[in-house]
């Protein structure tokens, strides 16, 4: 395990749970705090990594193998680790993701049904191990969730069809998310201390606040900002 200074949080949910607008609102929070925050994403967050989040997402990308989706997560993964994320830790931030290694396990060992230790058996080799402080996953039903997504990239893809898009997943069937959800909720279960669950069915302020008070007991947060 590396040094770390910094604090490293990420977050988690099905596509549509609305994890994009509570990670700008707990970025907001904590800088109000003079605290120095990092938000990135995954897959991406590095140009490597987003030319690899391109292939992924587009709808265009047909026939990839799970085992190569699978390997193309850790690749990005791996770079954003080396090049952002260790970096900005070693520098004291506060690093918030936008996913990480629990969407492998969800998505490509649920939801691909490639099984969990794989994807840890990768992170232990690509990723050194290394884990977040404190994970918020937001809760929500799954079908809501997708179509919530659906709506959101037709609205963004409607004028130009043709075009690279981020809709592979959300082509994915109800049951494949109904086995992402559940995987989330076992990674819970399972890891009590670093994932926190929050139930996002409610309001987008209700949904912040919880997400706050359930943070700053785990990583004191007030008490670092002097
Ligand atoms: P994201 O941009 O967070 O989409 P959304 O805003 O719709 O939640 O994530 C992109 C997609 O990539 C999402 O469908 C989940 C998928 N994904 C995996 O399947 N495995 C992974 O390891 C990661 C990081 C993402």
């Known amino acids: 395990m590396v040094s770390r200074k910094g604090k490293f949080i990420t977050i988690e949910g099905l596509d549509g749970c609305g994890k994009s607008t509570q990670l700008a609102k707990l970025a907001d929070f904590l800088r109000a705090q003079r605290m120095d925050v990092l938000v990135t994403r995954e897959p991406g967050g590095t140009l490597i990594g987003d030319r690899i989040r391109a292939l992924l997402l587009d709808s265009a990308t047909s026939g990839l193998a799970p085992t190569a989706e699978m390997a193309l997560m850790f690749a990005a993964r791996a770079q954003h680790l080396e090049e952002l994320i260790l970096p900005a830790l070693a520098q004291g931030k506060i690093v918030l993701c936008d996913r990480f290694t629990d969407s492998t396990e969800a998505y490509q060992g649920a939801g691909r049904r490639l099984g969990s230790g794989p994807v840890l058996e990768l992170h232990r080799l690509l990723c ?99």
């Open 128 to 226: 050194g191990d290394i884990w977040p402080a404190a994970t918020v996953l937001m809760d929500t039903d799954a079908a809501l969730s997708v179509s919530r997504a659906r709506r959101r990239n037709r609205g963004r893809s409607s004028v130009h069809s043709e075009e690279p898009n981020e809709n592979r997943f959300e082509e994915e069937s109800r049951a494949f998310f109904e086995r992402v959800r559940a995987a989330y909720l076992e990674i819970a279960r399972r890891e009590p201390d670093r994932v926190i669950v929050i139930d996002a069915r409610g309001t987008p302020d209700a949904t912040h606040q919880a997400i706050v008070r359930a943070l700053e007991p785990r990583l004191n947060l007030r008490a670092k900002t002097g």
